[in-house]
């Protein structure tokens, strides 16, 4: 009957009394019961999902939009926190700490790790604006608004805030260097952007 | 055998070598496709500027090629070849054989060449337009009269645990191609679907889902059932297995469509429908890996010698892999980490190329040298292949999965200052660039093995002898006048119509519970009053965002989650896409979503991304959209398509219908003089990348404004 009969089906004994007399082009089946940690399986799932889907949906347990809220209600008390402890600028705290002999260095060095790669060597711009002429995107560049926009960064626009990696010293050290910019039109500067603002 | 009179009978062996030919061919197509894309994300050059070669274009040719045109045909193969076999009789007609293999193959060729150019629907897997739906649809009728006509003419009474899967596949891939296929026509190869937003999303990955159950699984698990049983000569392990598992996983299957939507803003408790229902699945689906590997007792020291053996464990190990997984990816807080990253590519990878393609190759090292009479060109070329595919596929799946969870890990961190660690997207798609190219390799290497069977099997099949006759058979008729004397699940074995009505019901109970509340109720979905239809202009952009097929890279679905609301804005909601016909909330994040987009940066910054993306995005992996800036926006289809649109149920009014066109062309005009200041010429105002950016700007703009 069947075209491919190159082999018997083999049978071990112990499976005989499991054999049934189905016969499908030469296919034999045998009729071992159901595996039992399958069957178990099976039940954990159906029984975990019941009780489940009920407690969403119907009792109340919390909801995917409530605990979004819950957790931005936590995101935003850190943001105001962080803000409280860092974010203000304080003119007289920045004087004292850039009188201190190593800022220079400091400065110059987290200037070329972190912003170099788009602010350019000397401020020139690439990626990002350039830093030596008299024109703010963001603020009007005074030290207060400038120390506003690297602690926060401009997310959006693929700059980040540095505040939370950089923390407050070295943000004060590299806006020093940064402010060393001003007025220097380096070589290859980019086209203003922004306000003027003298 | 009986007292009764034997038939004599041949089996048509012709048509399953045509398949069997084709699936050859197609797989090694489908899977160069898939290294082209592979390509294209580890270095953007690959996409050569062109056109139709772009990433969103092909992605959707390597998906259809894959899905459709390779196990597609190595299923009729393997459904044509053992059905005769299992019931003992010839097809019921060999017209309608060669009207479904031409059909089916000019069907893919059709694809091949629409894709590219655009012609897309942009529903995933079903991206094909109207006119080829229609033509499925024909096709898969002449498929199911044939199969349905061998059936009532079998000699053989009971019907085995192949052909219930036979019969669920495809009585259910009608029902899913057909359900997501309800479009209306705007010209002859561009239609908008009757859903929109969420109820679009729904009865997508319902498909899409299904496609995967129905299309990619329960057939070759037919398959697996007489082709292991077969190569290994042993009896199938646990008929009562059989019964249990098919029941419940074709019941269970069709609802777990909505794992593919958690966190969307699919109503919740449709969410968790699709969460448990995919647990569920779990045993149901190892069922058929127990009948399988426990089948080959006694057999295993062959598995070392034996090329086909090899595969069919690989096949049935990356099965009870990839449906462990399934449930896994299903759970929300995991899920919340794997959406939209890599590790779904390498889950479907480790079905796609661990369970079909192995599985597929086993049953064609079976069969070729069956049907054309001959042994296999290189038993150690296969073996070779074999080994080449396994390390690929092991690459390929690891190197995937480290990529998505590495990309899921850095978008969702977020510092103690409740900040992003890396709000930069960018920064997230170079940490996992390597892994780009560790998959591309691992593609090659598949590919490679394709073409080593193509090579062997072709070798064989030109060295075979020509057989000119066919193989007579004998047996005896079914005397249905005899008194039915069997008892349960064995007497509905003999009674194939009653069967295939209850496998239709099986599938349909989940279908209508989760429809009914979707499609019928106004309460499904809150509407807000400040959500208004697309402008013209607007409208044109979004076809050029499905043409392009950008929702292959982008999402546009912000889900509830904290580090999304603070990377990309306000979360979605349902209301915001009651006018999307089709939805674009996308399954991948190449890049970041869109659902906010619209004002977050100027026009001219669009103007210039689109025409090279890294003039302002430095390091982006975006292919560049050149032609949009050449290519003419095409204002006349506008009244049309906002006709079309208003038989759906978008509010358009008559007058606004009528002055499409002017309100278009002013629209276009206004943005375009907006980008002066940029050194944008008037000159491009009438050219595609000004309706795009009209899109653009408009996304996700209405609630927040």
Known sequence: MSDNNENEVKI??????????????????????????????????????????????????????QELAQDMKEMHAKQAAHEAKQGKFNLAEYEAYITGSKVAKIGKKVYKRKCKACHGANGEGGVGPNLTDAFWMHGNGSLETVYNTINKGVVDKGMAAWGPTLGKEKVFAVLKHMMEFKGT?????????????? | MSSKE???????????????????????????VGVIIASQLADWRFNFGIEWLTFGRLRPLHTNAIIFAFVGNSIFTGIYHSTQRLLKTRL???????????????????????????????????????????????????????F??????????????????????????????????????????????????????????????????????????GLMYYYVPKAINRPVYSYRLSIVHFWSLIFLYIWAGPHHLLYTALPEWAQTVGMVFSLMLWAPSWGGMINGLLTLRGAWDRVRKEAILKYFVTAITFYGMSTFEGPLLSIKSVNSLGHYTDWIVGHVHGGGIGW???????????????LWKTTVYSEKLSSTQFWTGTL??????????????????????????????????METVDKILPMYWIRLIGGLLVFTSMLIMLYNLFKTIHLAKKVEKEDVFQAPSLDWTKENTDKGHRKLEGLTSVFTVLAVLAVLVGTVIEFIPALLSRDFIEVSEKIKPYTPLELAGRDLYVREGCYNCHSQMIRPMASEVLRYGKASEATEFIYDHPFQWGSKRTGPDLARIGGKYPDSWHYFHMIDPRKVSPGSIMPVYTWLEKDDTEYNILPKKLRVMQALGVPYTDEEVRNSISHAKAQAEAI??????????????????IAMIAYLQRMGTDLTR
Request: glycine share 6%; net charge negative.
């Open chain 2, 92 to 146: 019921f007609s060999d017209t309608l054989s060669k009207i479904h293999f031409w059909g089916w193959q000019l069907i893919i060729v059709l694809a091949a060449v629409t894709l590219p150019l655009g012609i897309s629907g942009s529903k995933e897997y079903a991206e094909l337009e109207w006119p080829i739906d229609i033509l499925i649809t024909v096709i898969w009728v002449v498929f199911a009269v044939n």
């Open chain 2, 356 to 370: 079909n393609y192995m599985f597929a190759a086993g049953m064609l090292y079976y069969l070729v040298p069956r």
């Open chain 2, 672 to 689: 375009t003089r907006g980008m002066a200041d940029a050194g944008v010429s008037m000159k491009v105002k009438d050219k595609q990348l």
């Open chain 2, 392 to 425: 690929g596929l092991v690459l390929y799946y690891l190197s995937m999965t480290v990529a998505g969870i590495t990309q899921g890990l850095m978008w969702r961190a977020i510092d103690g200052n409740g900040q992003l660690v890396y709000p930069n997207f």
């Open chain 2, 6 to 32: 034997m038939e004599s009978f041949s089996y048509d062996d012709d048509i399953v070598k045509k398949f069997a030919i084709a699936t050859i061919i197609w797989g090694a197509v489908g899977m160069l």
């Open chain 1, 12 to 65: 071990f004994d112990d499976e005989k009394k499991v054999l049934l007399d189905h016969n499908y082009d030469g296919i034999r089946e045998l009729d071992h019961p159901l595996p039992k940690w399958w069957l178990i399986t099976f039940a954990i799932t159906i029984i975990f999902s019941i009780p489940y889907y009920a407690a969403y949906t119907f009792f109340g347990a919390q909801t995917i939009d």
């Open chain 2, 148 to 221: 349905f006509g061998t059936l009532a003419k079998r000699r053989e009474k009971h019907i085995y645990v192949s052909i219930w899967f036979y019969i669920a596949s495809i009585v259910t891939i009608a029902l899913l191609h057909i359900v997501n296929s309800l479009e209306i026509p705007v010209s002859l190869m561009k239609s908008y679907p009757i859903f929109a937003g969420v109820q679009d999303a729904m009865v997508q990955w319902w498909y899409g889902h299904n496609a995967v159950a129905f299309f990619l699984t329960t057939p070759v698990l």
């Open chain 1, 185 to 198: 039109n380096p070589e290859g500067a980019k086209a203003s952007q922004g306000q003027e603002f003298n």
